[in-house]
């Protein structure tokens, strides 16, 4: 009967480490062998060669994307964070109904396809969209404004639309975990609501803060549909590069070395999560 449950468990755990090894290192496993590969008129060499990593660190065009991708992700993330934390902190204080209607209300577009979010933020910023309607109905401007759309600026808005609710989701729930008699023993100490919060929830709400802005930039740095979707031929970002190597170029060990750049990019912010987590719990 031992050997017999000893045996289930082994493989329960065989099972349970087999599919991240088969669904998740083995592909990236397959990635960072592809990228050390190279393309010789058009036909794929299994040869070893670091090229494809010279090719981005030698051409300024990938180096700029690269960093401007950095910096667009890193500003949206830094906006989202700031209007996540004040949303999270208002419905915090609300009753309990109240406070549920809010959350669900910000994390509904979760539900919607990411399509159709997409098209929806082309609705209001597109040559004819809500945007310019109002602007021109308000007598601001005489004829549609085109710099709201096909831009590093309309990526930039539709990054905060569509990744808003993964930064609210967690500061709530972190805030919403910090002891209510908390609160109670500052204001009974003298303490206002500004020294409850600079004091009590900031630093208590740290890990919320650091996932979400985890996820955040994250999933905007290797976002390609958005900025194909609005961003046009003035909207180039770093994800937008790596799958043209796959899509149009056909450039497979190129868009492989791209890709584990990206991932380097996007475990070294994992990393600094950690740090700031580790941070913040030490104090």
Same mark, same amino acid.
């Given at each position: 009967?031992?050997?017999?449950?000893?045996?289930?468990?082994?493989?329960?755990?065989?099972?349970?480490l087999?599919?991240?090894?088969?669904?998740?290192?083995?592909?990236i496993?397959?990635?960072?062998?592809?990228?050390?590969?190279?393309?010789?008129?058009?036909?794929? $060499?299994?040869e070893?060669?670091?090229?494809n990593?010279?090719?981005f660190?030698?051409?300024?065009?990938?180096?700029?994307i690269y960093l401007?991708?950095?910096? #667009?992700?890193? /500003?949206?993330?830094?906006?989202?964070?700031?209007? /996540?934390?004040?949303?999270?902190?208002?419905?915090?204080?609300?009753?309990?109904?109240?406070?549920?209607?809010l959350?669900?209300?910000?994390?509904?577009?979760?539900?919607?396809s990411?399509? @159709?979010?997409?098209?929806?933020?082309?609705?209001?910023?597109?040559?004819?969209?809500?945007?310019?309607?109002?602007?021109?109905a308000?007598? #601001?401007?005489?004829?549609?404004?085109?710099?709201?759309?096909?831009?590093?600026?309309?990526?930039?808005?539709?990054f905060? $639309?569509l990744?808003?609710?993964?930064?609210?989701?967690?500061?709530?729930?972190? @805030?919403?975990r910090?002891?209510?008699?908390?609160?109670?023993?500052?204001?009974?100490?003298?303490?206002?609501?500004?020294?409850?919060?600079?004091?009590i929830?900031?630093?208590?709400?740290?890990?919320?803060?650091?996932?979400?802005?985890?996820?955040?930039?994250?999933?905007?740095?290797?976002?390609?549909?958005?900025?194909?979707?609005?961003?046009?031929?003035?909207?180039f970002?770093?994800?937008?590069?790596?799958?043209?190597?796959?899509?149009?170029?056909?450039?497979?060990?190129?868009g492989?070395?791209?890709?584990v750049?990206?991932?380097?990019?996007?475990?070294?912010a994992v990393g600094?999560?950690?740090?700031?987590?580790?941070?913040?719990?030490?104090?």
């Open positions: 009967m031992d050997d017999r449950r000893d045996l289930w468990r082994m493989g329960w755990a065989a099972f349970c087999g599919l991240p090894f088969l669904f998740v290192l083995a592909p496993g397959t990635f960072i062998l592809y990228s050390f590969w190279h393309n010789e008129s058009g036909a794929l $060499v299994r070893f060669t670091l090229e990593y010279r090719a660190f030698a051409d300024p065009v990938f180096r700029s401007q991708t950095v910096a #667009l992700c890193l /500003g949206a993330t830094i906006v989202n964070l700031v209007a /996540g934390y004040g949303i999270a902190l208002f419905a915090s204080r609300r009753p309990p109904r109240l406070r549920f209607a959350i669900l209300m910000f994390m509904l577009p979760l539900f919607t990411y399509i @159709i979010k997409v098209y929806a933020v082309r609705g209001i910023l597109g040559h004819r969209g809500v945007l310019n309607e109002l602007l021109i308000s007598g #601001l401007i005489s004829e549609p404004i085109t710099a709201f759309i096909f831009s590093q600026s309309a990526i930039f808005l539709t905060i $639309v990744y808003l609710p993964f930064a609210i989701l967690p500061i709530y729930l972190s @805030i919403e910090i002891p209510e008699n908390l609160g109670t023993a500052s204001a009974d100490l003298g303490g206002s609501q500004m020294d409850e919060i600079r004091h929830i900031l630093p208590l709400s740290l890990p919320g803060v650091v996932v979400a802005a985890l996820f955040n930039f994250v999933m905007t740095f290797g976002d390609f549909v958005t900025p194909t979707m609005v961003g046009g031929t003035e909207g970002t770093f994800g937008r590069i790596v799958f043209s190597q796959f899509g149009v170029a056909l450039n497979w060990p190129l492989a070395a791209l890709a750049i990206l991932l380097a990019t996007s475990v070294l600094v999560a950690g740090l700031a987590m580790r941070w913040s719990t030490a104090r």
